[in-house]
C-alpha cells in the first residue's frame, strides 16, 4: 500500500495516499489487539505466539515508517510547489519595477522632447524678428 501510495495510486476508497497508510496502519493495530486479547484471555501459544507478537510489531514499525515516508513525500512536493509560486510573485514585482522604471523614462524622454521643440521656436521666432529688423534697415538705407 506505501509504495503504491507513494507513485500516486489510489486507494479502493478513492482516498489517496493519506488513506492508503490510514488503512494499513489500521491493519496492523488490530492484529496487535487480537494478539494482545488472547494473551489478556490467557491463551497461550508458546514460541509461535512471541513470533506473532514480533511479527506484528514490525509490521506496525513499518506502517509507520512508511506514513512517516508519505508524509515527508507529501510535504517536499507542498514545499517545490511553493518554491514555484514564491518565485512567479517575486518575477511579477520584478517585472513590475521594471516596466515603472520604462514608464517613468518613457514619460521624461517625452516630456524633453516637447521642451526641445518648444525652445527650438521660441529661437526660431528671435532670429527671424532680428533678421526682419536687419533687412527693414537695410531697406531704409537703400
Given at each position: 500500500?506505501?509504495?503504491?501510495?507513494?507513485?500516486?495510486?489510489?486507494?479502493?476508497?478513492?482516498?489517496?495516499?493519506?488513506?492508503d497508510?490510514?488503512?494499513?496502519?489500521?491493519?496492523?493495530?488490530?492484529?496487535?489487539?487480537?494478539?494482545?486479547?488472547?494473551?489478556?484471555?490467557?491463551?497461550?501459544?508458546?514460541?509461535?505466539?512471541?513470533?506473532?507478537?514480533?511479527?506484528?510489531?514490525?509490521?506496525?514499525?513499518?506502517?509507520?515508517?512508511?506514513?512517516?515516508?508519505?508524509?515527508?513525500?507529501?510535504?517536499?512536493?507542498?514545499?517545490?510547489d511553493?518554491?514555484?509560486?514564491?518565485?512567479?510573485?517575486?518575477?511579477?514585482?520584478?517585472?513590475?519595477?521594471?516596466?515603472?522604471?520604462?514608464?517613468?523614462?518613457?514619460?521624461?524622454?517625452?516630456?524633453?522632447?516637447?521642451?526641445?521643440?518648444?525652445?527650438?521656436?521660441?529661437?526660431?521666432?528671435?532670429?527671424?524678428r532680428?533678421?526682419?529688423?536687419?533687412?527693414?534697415?537695410?531697406?531704409?538705407?537703400?
Amino acid at each position: 500500500a506505501g509504495v503504491r501510495a507513494v507513485e500516486g495510486g489510489v486507494g479502493a476508497r478513492g482516498e489517496g495516499a493519506a488513506g492508503d497508510a490510514a488503512h494499513a496502519e489500521q491493519g496492523h493495530l488490530d492484529g496487535v489487539r487480537q494478539v494482545v486479547d488472547g494473551r489478556r484471555r490467557g491463551e497461550a501459544g508458546g514460541a509461535a505466539d512471541g513470533a506473532d507478537i514480533e511479527k506484528v510489531a514490525r509490521r506496525v514499525r513499518m506502517g509507520c515508517i512508511i506514513g512517516a515516508f508519505e508524509r515527508w513525500y507529501e510535504f517536499a512536493e507542498e514545499s517545490a510547489d511553493l518554491r514555484r509560486k514564491m518565485a512567479k510573485v517575486v518575477k511579477r514585482m520584478m517585472n513590475r519595477q521594471m516596466s515603472g522604471a520604462f514608464d517613468g523614462w518613457a514619460t521624461v524622454t517625452e516630456e524633453m522632447k516637447v521642451q526641445r521643440h518648444k525652445v527650438r521656436m521660441i529661437l526660431s521666432r528671435m532670429q527671424k524678428r532680428a533678421l526682419a529688423g536687419a533687412f527693414d534697415k537695410w531697406y531704409a538705407v537703400t
